[in-house]
């Protein structure tokens, strides 16, 4: 479940820079995932449907800011008739709360590549303070695009976002866990400056 950053640093860069560039996340080679208990195993899902927007100051990583945003209804765990439950009431209630987003407040480095970044998890109409623990794997240049990567991995408590239901088995205990394993890899393009307009 961003959302889930997700999620997301924004890191630091080996080489001094002017002001912040702005990175777009690439959803085709990134991934919000997550899992939970399920009686004796654990069940894993994703979202398909995401977007976020990753503000880098090289010079001042301190000041650098992420936003991202996961459509609720993109649930997918390969089970439809499990994800059209998911999508109700009992649980993320899509009609009502489509969007699962994330902004970030502050950022602080912890080590060489390793930041905690803190912001507010928005999720099922409840909005909550977390950090999340974000690594940046990486800045290169492919072809004429500029690329950065990042990460995270958090656990959430669904009932403190009001989503708290659940089963009793026959013979004791409950079918969910209330923890939630969450993973956002993010491959990111830096946008490009559009051309000036020009005059005839």
């Known amino acids: 479940m961003r959302a889930f950053s997700a999620v997301l640093s924004l890191g630091l860069l080996a080489s001094p820079a002017l002001a912040a560039d702005t990175y777009l996340v690439d959803k085709g080679h990134s991934e919000a995932s997550f899992q ?5 195993s654990k069940v894993r899902g994703r979202f398909t449907d995401f977007a976020g927007t990753i503000s880098v100051d090289q010079a001042k990583p301190e000041t650098s800011t992420v936003e991202f945003t996961i459509k609720a209804t993109s649930i997918n765990t390969d ?5 059209k439950h998911l999508r109700s009431a009992d649980f993320f209630d899509v009609e ?19 930041f905690d970044v803190t912001g507010t998890l928005t999720m099922h109409g409840v909005s909550k303070e977390v950090t999340l623990p974000v690594t940046a794997l990486g800045f290169i240049k492919a072809g004429q695009q500029d690329k950065a990567g990042f990460e995270t991995a958090v656990t959430l408590n669904r009932k403190d976002y009001g989503i708290i239901w659940n089963k009793t088995m026959d013979t004791g205990g409950l079918m969910l866990g209330d923890d939630i394993a969450v993973a956002i890899n993010i491959e990111a393009n830096k946008k490009k400056e559009e051309a000036p307009a020009t005059t005839k």
Do not use: M, N, Y
């Open 36 to 40: 939970v208990r399920h009686l004796v």
């Open 79 to 83: 089970q439809e008739a499990r994800d």
């Open 96 to 114: 009502k709360f489509p969007e699962i987003t994330f902004k970030s407040s502050k950022i602080v480095a912890k080590g060489k590549d390793h």
